[in-house]
């Protein structure tokens, strides 16, 4: 398998080329790390942007909803979607508004997505969001039965046409605006996590589990 994506003319950056990644590694990287992706598409000509759950297995990306879906249905259809993550690590603050960014990293797949039948598959899938977001979970709780898995529609993006852009690194003002008297410098972001919160209904004698205890990501 070649270590980079080959980039085509929809997945080349062309605005900051140089933050353009294709590396595989480092795409994998930003999707196994995001959470929530957002799909687009456009049936009879009216764009849709939908967020949703989503993992990546392999070489392709799976992301479900219920069957009644407008997304689902039509994406299982044939229809073309653009699946985006971002990860958003800073903020970017310059002498100048004008040079004020952010530090992030994103991806853009693009593709035909396919509605995966087999139930064996479906569960594979199901066991993926799972596990991506709580490593444990998936053995706990109770796992999906045959109406669940009926109700749910899991579709498949194969990661053929993909690209990465990522923005690192310090402020960059324009020379004549670091003689200013403003503060610059980065404020860093990341996702924490506060203490778990115990469902009124459940036994108090069942200890939180440690995945939930200490979430990170």
């Known amino acids: 398998m070649p270590e980079s994506f080959t980039p085509t003319e929809r997945t080349r950056v062309v605005r900051e080329p140089h933050r353009g990644v294709y590396d595989r590694q480092t795409i994998y990287k930003i999707l196994d790390e995001g959470i929530v992706c957002h799909v687009g598409f456009s049936p009879d000509a009216q764009p849709y942007v939908i967020p949703t759950l989503y993992a990546r297995v392999g070489d392709a990306i799976y992301f479900h ?5 407008r997304m689902l249905r039509g994406a299982a259809g044939g229809i073309a979607v653009c699946i985006t993550v971002t990860l958003t690590d800073g903020l970017v603050l310059a002498r100048s ?3 004020h960014s952010m530090n992030y990293r994103s991806v853009v ?3 035909n997505a396919t509605l995966v039948d087999q139930p064996s598959e479906k569960l594979e899938a199901l066991q993926a969001f799972t596990e991506k977001i709580l490593p444990g979970r998936w053995e706990d709780a109770r796992q999906p ?3 669940e898995l009926k109700a749910t529609s899991i579709l498949k993006l194969p990661l053929t046409e993909v690209s990465a852009k990522i923005r690192s690194g310090p402020v960059q003002d324009d020379e004549e605006d670091y003689a ?4 610059a410098g980065i404020v860093p972001l990341h996702l924490q996590a506060d203490p778990p919160i115990r469902d009124e209904r459940c036994d108090p004698a069942i200890p939180t589990p440690p995945y939930a205890a200490k979430y990170k990501r």
Do not use: D, P, R, T
């Open 145 to 147: 039965n045959e109406k």
């Open 65 to 69: 909803g219920s069957a009644a879906s």
């Open 180 to 183: 200013l008297q403003v503060w």
């Open 97 to 99: 508004v004008f040079n």
């Open 109 to 111: 797949a693009l593709g």
